[in-house]
């Protein structure tokens, strides 16, 4: 008998025997009538306790098995996949920022929200990973579409993760050096989606992006401005849109 089962327990009229929702009719055949609720252990399975079903990721939490849906949707160590095509690695984000760095020489960028950060992403890489200070992770994904390059963020995180998750919007910005009288810049501002990345990295021109042209490109990189706004963190209130810092850092 499985632990989500003892809400549905009756007694045996006869002798007292409790007996699940699954052996209620078998037993009715062999001793008596099954069919009364068994309020006296109400209150016991109540307090049931069961390990996360993400023990093996990494969560060593014990819930009541009854809040034990509202855990799963909220817990850190909810596995996501990793976007590399033909790699089958699923674990917690944690695991995942391991994996990357070990398995893919992909070493995750910390950017504080608020601000925007100048950073350079390889053309020849399709995805680059970023960490917010709260420790969500983001996925930066580039790909071909047409003349230009689609550029996507979305935050790694397990498909309804739900509205306790932190909310985040960001602002996508490539510029053409000062002195040049062409057109110069292109700029996406928008929220920023969830993925748990089960189908691999966003392919390029799905859900909302970024199509820089070619002109805008330095060779095989592309420096893109990022900027992660946290709207609202986990659990908690909306936070102040304010901007606490205004300019641009360079980093490499």
């Not at 008596?32 to 068994?38: D, E, I, N, P, V």
């Not at 071909?144 to 996508?172: H, I, W």
């Not at 805008?216 to 909306?238: F, N, Q």
Request: net charge positive.
């Amino acid at each position: 008998m499985e632990v989500e089962d003892l809400r549905f327990l009756s007694q045996c009229e006869a002798a007292g025997h409790v007996v699940c929702c699954f052996c209620r009719a078998g037993h009715a055949a062999l001793c008596s009538r099954a069919g009364t609720h068994c309020g006296e252990l109400d209150a016991v399975l109540g307090a049931a306790k069961v390990p996360c079903p993400y023990k093996v990721f990494g969560c060593e939490r014990y819930v009541v098995y009854h809040g034990a849906a509202d855990h799963q949707r909220a817990c850190q160590c909810a596995p996501c996949s990793c976007p590399e095509p033909g790699c089958v690695f699923v674990g917690s984000r944690a695991m995942l920022l391991d994996h990357f760095a070990a398995g893919h020489q992909r070493h995750a960028v910390t950017v504080r929200y608020g601000r925007p950060w100048n950073l350079g992403f390889s053309l020849s890489r399709r995805w680059h990973v970023l960490v917010g200070e709260d420790r969500s992770v983001f996925l930066v994904s580039l790909g071909p579409l047409g003349a230009a390059t689609a550029v996507s963020l979305v935050c790694v995180r397990p498909d309804g993760a739900g509205e306790a998750a932190p909310q985040f919007r960001c602002k996508l910005s490539v510029e053409r050096p000062a002195g040049d009288d062409k057109d110069n810049l292109v700029l996406m501002n928008s929220a920023v989606s969830s993925s748990a990345l089960s189908t691999g990295a966003p392919a390029p021109g799905q859900g909302m992006f970024l199509a820089v042209p070619q002109e805008l490109l330095s060779g095989d990189t592309l420096m893109l401005s990022v900027r992660i706004d946290l709207i609202r963190p986990a659990g908690g209130a909306p936070k102040s849109a304010t901007p606490q810092a205004r300019t641009p850092r360079r980093m490499q």
